[in-house]
């Protein structure tokens, strides 16, 4: 792929790409200048939080959990270890210790991300996180490879949380084909997802590479603000704040890694 046709691709997906939010965990090598990274995968929120209700026969509790999304992101490399990135966020990132381009054994960077612009305006959710990526890259054969990955961020996250409203805790009176409630969250605190890519190679510059990780969060403020349903038959009593949990699992078609030490490409 000639690099005028990267730019232009990257440049796509900047005005394409602002449906869904950007992967959960990153890596921390970097990738080469005008080279371009494919990321997609979805999430899942196994968050501790519970609203508990007053009903009509006594008492009962919901869940309070982000919908399951599809995310998505495109990364460029802008040389010398820093990427940008944009979906849903924007990202930008710098390795400053980097397997590609120094003598270590691991890869260690600093990354940033916001909302783009049109999500800040739309005022829906807002996802802010910064903090420091490691990652090792294995050869375990010819063509697989073993790529563990430690992430630290702190985030700050205001969300809406969407609970689907059992038929025993609706409003016979208020006919609703699906009836769900939502509730606004927000969250700060320090995330911690830790997991794996296994880089696949692809032809002679390619890597398909899935991915699989686990975030555990320590969180500084954690609360559920206003919330609204249709048709259904309870009040809150009370909102009992847990433990964020996620797990993600997506797929990412990114170039090979390859060492640039020396002026030229090894395969590593």
């Known amino acids: 792929m000639s690099s005028g046709l990267k730019i232009g691709v990257f440049g796509a997906c900047l005005l394409g790409m602002h449906a ?18 494919f990321e997609l995968g979805g999430s899942l929120d196994l968050s501790g939080h519970q609203s508990k209700l007053l009903t009509l026969t006594g008492s009962d509790s919901l869940p309070l959990r982000e919908k399951s999304t599809t995310h998505a992101m495109v990364v460029m490399g802008l040389g010398a270890g820093f990427e940008i990135g944009s979906g849903m966020q924007l990202m930008a990132k710098y390795s400053f210790l980097d397997e590609r381009r120094h003598d270590t054994p691991v890869s260690v960077a600093v990354m940033a991300s916001m909302p783009t612009f049109e999500f800040l305006n739309a005022g829906d ?5 910064t903090g420091l990526l490691v990652s090792r890259h294995m050869q375990i054969g010819r063509s697989v490879a073993l790529r563990p990955v430690l992430n ?29 409630m939502w509730t606004s969250m927000r ?16 032809g002679d510059k390619w890597a398909l590479a899935p991915t699989v990780s686990y975030t555990m969060s320590v969180p ?11 048709g259904c038959a309870f009040a809150i009593e009370a909102q009992e704040m847990g433990t964020p949990m996620s797990l993600w699992v997506g797929l990412k078609l990114q170039p090979k890694l390859q060492s640039s030490t020396g002026g030229r490409d090894e395969a590593l």
């Open 20 to 37: 869904c939010a950007p992967p959960s965990i990153r890596a921390a090598h970097s990738i080469d200048k005008g080279d371009v990274s």
């Open 187 to 202: 969250y700060s605190g320090v995330d911690v997802p830790v997991g794996v890519e296994i880089p696949i190679t692809v």
């Open 125 to 129: 959710t807002y996802d802010l996180s």
């Open 152 to 180: 630290a961020l702190y985030s700050q996250r205001d969300y809406r949380a969407t609970t689907p409203i059992p038929e025993s805790l609706t409003d016979p009176d208020v006919p609703v084909s699906e009836p769900e």
């Open 220 to 230: 500084l403020d954690v609360a559920a603000g206003g919330f609204s349903c249709d």
